[in-house]
């Protein structure tokens, strides 16, 4: 069993930065594929961004390149999240997520095996 728990959403002007961590239970961290989604009011979940286990490969949501830079730390046994000029757009909950089997791809929540509760993150225009 794996516990994700989110932190570092809230609120913040557009324009702003913030820095978003996932904290992650089990010893087996270093060998999870981790993913960030985010969910709108009145929306689908949708994926922001991927890390693998070994760091070599991240995935970004094509409408998000170059906002948004995933990173890990497996010493820590967490995922970070950097959301950088910001905007009301990216008001949602965002939720980390952590695959433990070998999937195609880690860009759709199915490939997922495990959630956090998510953290809400608000951008006041």
């Known amino acids: 069993q794996v516990q994700l728990v989110e932190s570092g959403g809230g609120l913040v002007q557009a324009g702003g930065s913030l820095r978003l961590s996932c904290a992650a239970s089990g010893r087996t961290f270093s060998r999870y594929a981790m993913g960030w989604f985010r969910q709108a009011p009145g929306k689908e979940r949708e994926f922001v961004a991927a890390?693998?286990?070994?760091?070599?490969?991240?995935y970004y949501a094509d409408s998000e390149k170059g906002r948004f830079t995933i990173s890990r730390d497996n010493s820590k046994n967490t995922v970070y999240l950097q959301i950088d000029s910001l905007k009301p757009e990216d008001t949602a909950v965002y939720y980390c997520?952590?695959?433990?089997?070998?999937?195609?791809?880690?860009?759709?929540?199915?490939?997922?095996?495990?959630w956090g509760q998510g953290t809400q993150v608000t951008v006041s225009s």
């Open positions: 890390i693998t286990w070994n760091t070599i490969a991240t």
């Open positions: 997520a952590a695959s433990v089997r070998t999937v195609s791809s880690l860009t759709k929540a199915g490939d997922y095996d495990y």
